[in-house]
Every structure is written in structure tokens, then in C-alpha cells.
């Protein structure tokens, strides 16, 4: 993971925009199904519980129950657009998180500066190894039951690409600098989409259903 020691990033307020909505997004859909799930639940509501964090403990666990269960009996496309999006977003908040480490000389193992033959590796590197393994063994297999695991790898490889976005179309390390909060609005930029994808892709599944066509698996 490639860095240089520079000034911290200030983040401007469209870019403070970006990362609470894209931080909304996904906050969002869980706060939704937590208070659906309370609402419908075995777990009384806030207004009539005795031990409200007995209560809020209870929906927790169901909520669990609910997300294992979906992911289990939904359809591979809606399991593969989520598995995108948590891979992408999981793999952009570590990167960020070890690459700061690293800029502070606490970085190690595989969280560390990688040099081959004295060249730094960035890490869109393996990013762009990881996107053309998974998406060539996507068309190459053409089975929906594997793309759903595929799409995992898929969105480690582009959040590891985008995270350096300002470093590809700058040609230069700018990473740490002014520039490079670029970056970070793409990456937010890109977790809001998915989670957007991720909705309407539910919210289509549950329309077909409801008219009566089959959804496509």
C-alpha cells in the first residue's frame, strides 16, 4: 500500500456531505429493518417496555435472525449486490485505517509499504488483479449461484482501485495531499450507489413477487 508522508486531508464540506450520506445509506437500511423488525417482533414497544435495553436487545437478536434468514432464501442477484456492497465498503475502511497506521510507522505484516525490485506497490495493484479474476471467472462460468461469492473479491479489488483514484488519473502519489481527497468523494461516492443498487434491487425482487412474475434467481 503505497503512501508518502504529507500533510493531513482537510475535508472539504461536499466531501463531508458525501461520507454522511454515504454513511446514512447504510445506517439507514439497518436502523429501518431494526425498528420494523421491534415493531412487528416479540419485543414490546419503547412506550410499554419495563427494561427498554432488554427490549432493544431482543429486536437485536431477532433482526439477526432476519438478516440470516434473507440472506439465506433470497435471490443470488440480491446476494450478490449485497455481498458488493459490504465487501466494497469493509474494504475501503480498512484500507483507509491501515494506510493511516502506516503513514504513523505502525503499520505491519500485510498492513505495511509492499517494494518489489525498488518500485512501491501500490494497492490498486492487487485491486485490479482481484476485479479482472473475479469478473473474468464471472463470464468465463456464467452461473448466478457463483457470482454472488464472486462479487466479494469484486468489491475488494475496486474498493483498493478506487480508494487510489486520484493517484491513477493524477499519475502521481498524491494520496495524502489536498488532491487526494478525491479519493475519498469517489469511494463515498460509490458506497451510495451500491446501497441505492442494493435497494431497488429489493424493492423490484418484491414487486415481481407481488404481481405475480417469477424473480429472476
Known sequence: MGVRQARGLTLDRRT???????????LGAGTVELARVWRRGSAPL???????LEAAGTATLET?????????ATSNRENAVFNLLVSFTATFGITR????LIRKGKGYGVFRNLTIADRRVHHFV??????????????SVRR????????????VGAALILDEAALLLELDDVYWTEKGVL???VSFGAISLLAAIALGVRVLHRGETSVGITPAV
Not at 64 to 72: F, H, K, L, N, P
Open 126 to 139: 492487487p485491486g485490479i488483479l482481484l476485479t479482472l479474476g473475479s469478473g473474468g471467472t464471472s463470464i
Open 144 to 155: 448466478k449461484s457463483v457470482d454472488r461469492w464472486l462479487a466479494l473479491p469484486f468489491g
Open 46 to 52: 419503547p412506550t410499554e417496555a419495563d427494561d427498554l
Open 183 to 185: 479519493s475519498l468523494q
Open 97 to 100: 485505517a491501515s494506510t493511516a
Open 16 to 26: 463531508q456531505v458525501m461520507g454522511a450520506v454515504a454513511i446514512a445509506g447504510l
Open 64 to 72: 439477526i435472525a432476519v438478516v440470516r434468514e434473507g440472506y439465506r
